[in-house]
């Protein structure tokens, strides 16, 4: 799932005054989608973990055994899927909770939702249209910092002509239009960890 092929990849990078380091290269959308997947569920588990441990600690003293036992069954089983997923997600990316990572997209696509017969976007992607495609990481963070320009600047109605603009800039250069619904995505992705 992940090869450690970095030609042409930086080992280190610096984000927002903190410094970060190469750990994986995850090749192919499918991979990257499940890497993003894979970490949302993790997500999700060490918070439930989180909220029955704290459940836990405030039971009152008159709780009854049944309900301690219920709630600590809970965090035993939980724990048991959060350590399987570390496990996984260590073997196969070198994934660890003592660094905060960054994904950085090195080719990716952007793909325009399709719309139902309500207008509301679909969320196959197999069913979106690709309008841009992102060669190098720097080619992604400009759209993104012109999408994040654009959402500043849409809130300000005193800045109306530099957002026209900006809206402008955005269709031409990269076929985006603010207000509609995409999907990144992530066809090779270098994944960095925290150095301390």
């Known amino acids: 799932m992940t090869k450690i092929l970095t030609q042409g990849v930086a080992q ?7 410094s970060y380091q190469l750990v994986a290269i995850i090749d192919g959308a499918p991979a990257n989608t499940q890497f ?8 999700q588990q060490r918070r439930l973990l989180s909220e029955v441990h704290q459940k836990l600690a405030s039971l009152p003293k008159s709780a009854t055994a049944e309900e301690r ?20 997600m260590t073997k196969n990316y070198g994934y660890s909770v003592s660094h905060n990572y960054l994904l950085v997209p090195i080719n990716s696509a952007l793909l325009k939702k399709a719309l139902n017969e309500e207008g509301a976007p679909i969320e196959d992607e197999a069913k979106a249209e690709l309008v841009a495609e992102f060669h190098t990481a720097e080619a992604y963070d400009e759209l993104q910092a012109l999408r994040q320009r654009a959402v500043e600047l849409g809130s300000n109605p005193e800045k109306a002509d530099e957002f026209s603009a900006l809206k ?16 990144l995505q992530v066809r090779k992705g270098a994944l960095y960890a925290t150095v301390a």
């Open 12 to 18: 280190r990078i610096i984000r927002d005054n903190q």
């Open 36 to 43: 993003i997947n894979n970490l949302q569920v993790l997500g």
């Open 168 to 183: 402008e800039q955005l269709k031409d250069k990269f076929d985006f239009e603010v207000g509609s619904h995409y999907i």
């Open 69 to 88: 036992t219920a709630l600590q069954t809970q965090l035993s089983q939980i724990d048991a899927r959060v350590t399987l997923n570390m496990q996984f």
